[in-house]
C-alpha cells in the first residue's frame, strides 16, 4: 500500500535548524503535489508549504524567509528544510501528496519538532 513517511524531527534551540523528510513509496511521485503541514496541541492542523509536481512553490506567511521546501523525484522524496527556528514551530509536522489530477490524497504518520527557548 501507499506509504507516506516523515522524518527528521527532534529537539532544537530556538535559532537552530533541522531538516524533515518526506519519503513515499507506491506513488507516481513526479505527479504529485507534496505538502508540509502542522499542528500544535490545542490548534487546528495548518498549512506550512507546499510544492507542485512541477516545483513551484507556495509558503505560510509565518515561515516565508525561514524553510524551504524541496523535491527529488528520483528519490520519490520531499523536503523541508527549517532554519531560525522559534518555540512556537513547535508542532507534529505531517507531509501530504496529493496528486495533481485524478484521484490520490494521502498522509503520514507526523513527525515531532520541539524548539526550545
Known amino acids: 500500500q501507499v506509504q507516506v513517511v516523515e522524518s527528521g524531527g527532534g529537539l532544537v534551540q530556538s535559532g537552530g535548524s533541522l531538516r524533515l523528510s518526506c519519503a513515499t513509496s507506491?506513488?507516481?511521485?513526479?505527479?504529485?503535489?507534496m505538502g508540509w503541514y502542522r499542528q500544535a496541541p490545542g490548534k487546528q492542523r495548518e498549512m506550512v508549504a507546499n510544492?507542485?509536481?512541477?516545483?513551484?512553490?507556495n509558503y505560510a506567511d509565518f515561515v516565508k524567509g525561514r524553510f524551504t521546501i524541496s523535491r527529488d523525484n528520483a528519490k520519490n522524496t520531499a523536503y523541508l528544510l527549517m532554519n531560525s527556528l522559534r518555540p512556537e514551530d513547535t508542532a507534529v509536522y505531517y507531509c501530504?501528496?496529493?496528486?495533481?489530477w485524478g484521484t490520490g490524497n494521502f498522509w503520514g504518520q507526523g513527525t515531532q519538532v520541539t524548539v526550545s527557548s
Open positions: 501530504n501528496a496529493v496528486r495533481a
Open positions: 507506491k506513488i507516481i511521485f513526479s505527479i504529485y503535489d
Open positions: 510544492i507542485t509536481y512541477g516545483g513551484s512553490t
